[in-house]
């Protein structure tokens, strides 16, 4: 059980380079099963949720060879199980998006129920309403749900909630599915587009990501293609507000501004100086953050997976803020450790009030899950003295080299406990 030890109160200055997005490569190496033959993905992150996947992707008989840290090439021509092991599903709930492409490609899919989280029960009903739609039998039991089809039919799905791993699912699932499928308040988030862009090099026919309405023409089989992912927006968000937590300079590279406009717009109400320069996006800071109020909401409204970093922000704003998290029912969990280091904030049901403070002070905290472990972070990052983040085993699996990154923006951490590993 590793553990972050930084001493805070540094303005960070220099630059940023961003990994690719977490959430696009876990759903696109899931799609690698579709094809009967070799997909390179380029642009990887080094991070333990790519290893798992690839584990996965490994048991269920696909053939991976890793080109370099952050390439992989998978081969699924011969697939020998339609059930990836407990202990991986376990241990990361995405591994479900494997459920939509074994089911499409091999008939069946015998997926045990990924469990719930800190931040929530994560249900995945509305992926299995989806697989029923496109005509698959569903039956639990034992911890376990299983899909059947003999070929899946197009249908049409309306999702309650633009889920996102339901959209991924669904739509790979469809792919391969006789005829055309309409999935309606789909999720709208990048790393939908980004996995739609993938499918269709992969021959798929799909229009319409990245709005609520996704048509698929399902198509005979896929081939294999090569494919970059795109940037990480929530780990240049998290970048974005330690560069103005701390009131330093901070230039990011390899972002995609479009990705990041529902934060870039809130972190300038606060007053936040974002410009879009030749070499990246620069963010400056030279003051204390006005107080403003944020409403968690799917894309391309502001983000849940920025609410933890940016309560550590308003945590210190001049001014009391109001922070609603409409997505998950329980994303609070960082607010307690907050507290510990002296953020004054009042739990309301959903609803977050955030009495800004002048300064935080440093304690050894715990991180519950990846976005809190970075919100406690960022707050040492701003506290003068050293502050232990403990938990750091749930950060590594959503940020790459976060320390190097940090320390080479003038950070004083340091990582004791557990190293990284290498991808496969
Ligand atoms: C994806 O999770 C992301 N993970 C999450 O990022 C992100 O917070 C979330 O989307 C929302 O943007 C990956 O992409 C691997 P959802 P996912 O299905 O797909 C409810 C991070 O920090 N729901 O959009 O699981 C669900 O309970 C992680 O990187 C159902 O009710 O999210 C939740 O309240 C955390 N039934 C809401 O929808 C379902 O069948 C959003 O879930 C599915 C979801």
């Known amino acids: 059980m590793g553990r972050f030890v930084l001493e805070g109160g540094i303005p960070l200055r220099g630059t940023v380079r961003i990994s690719g997005a977490k959430n696009a490569v876990l759903p696109i190496l899931a799609a ?19 290893r798992t996947i690839c584990l996965v992707l490994d048991a269920l008989g696909a053939q991976l060879e890793k080109n370099d840290s ?50 929530g029960t994560r249900p995945v009903d509305l992926h299995l309403k989806g697989f029923e739609a496109l005509g698959a ?24 909630f633009p889920s996102v791993g339901a959209t991924e699912n669904i739509m790979m699932a469809a792919t391969l599915a006789q005829g055309e499928t309409l999935i309606e308040n789909a ?21 319409g990501a990245g709005t609520k309405i996704v048509k698929i023409t ?36 390899n972002v995609i501004i479009e990705h990041l406009k529902p934060l870039i717009a809130k972190l300038q109400e606060m007053g936040v100086k974002v410009k879009d320069e030749e070499e990246g996006l620069r963010v400056r800071m030279g003051r204390r953050p006005r107080a403003v109020d944020v409403k968690t909401l799917p894309y391309p409204g502001f983000p849940t997976d920025m609410q933890p970093q940016i309560m550590a922000l308003l945590s210190l704003a001049r001014g ?86 940090l320390a080479a923006a003038g950070a004083r951490i340091k990582r004791v406990g557990t190293a990284e590993g290498p991808i496969i």
Request: hydrophobic share 45%.
């Open 137 to 160: 039998k569903i039956s639990t039991g034992h911890g376990t749900v299983q899909a059947e089809a003999k070929r899946l039919k197009g249908g049409r799905i309306y999702l309650d």
């Open 187 to 207: 999720a709208e988030e990048p790393e939908v587009v980004d996995l739609a862009n993938f499918l269709n090099a992969m021959g798929a026919r799909i229009k």
């Open 320 to 405: 009391t803020s109001i922070i609603i998290e409409t997505v998950f029912e329980n994303r609070f969990m960082h607010v307690a450790e907050l507290k510990r280091m002296g953020a004054n904030i009042r739990i309301e049901g959903r609803s977050a009030v955030v009495e800004g403070v002048p300064r935080l002070t440093a304690a050894p905290v715990r991180a519950t899950d990846l976005r809190a472990g970075a919100a406690l972070i960022l707050g040492g990052l701003a506290t003068e003295g050293i502050t232990e983040v403990n938990g750091i085993e749930h950060v590594d699996r959503g940020y790459v080299a976060l320390e190097k990154k």
């Open 218 to 253: 399902g198509v005979k089989d896929l081939h294999g293609t090569t494919y970059t992912v795109i940037p990480d927006r929530i780990e240049a968000g998290t970048y974005m507000i330690a560069a103005a937590i701390t009131r330093g300079d901070l230039l990011l590279q």
């Open 32 to 50: 690698s099963l579709l094809a009967g033959d070799k997909c390179t993905i380029k642009g990887m992150p080094e991070l333990d949720d790519v």
């Open 70 to 119: 952050t390439r992989v090439t998978v081969h699924s021509g011969a697939l020998v199980s339609c059930e990836p092991p407990y202990e991986l599903v376990r241990k990361m709930r995405a591994s479900f998006l494997v459920m939509g492409p074994l089911l499409a490609r091999m008939g069946k899919a015998k997926v045990s129920l990924p469990g719930g989280c800190a931040i």
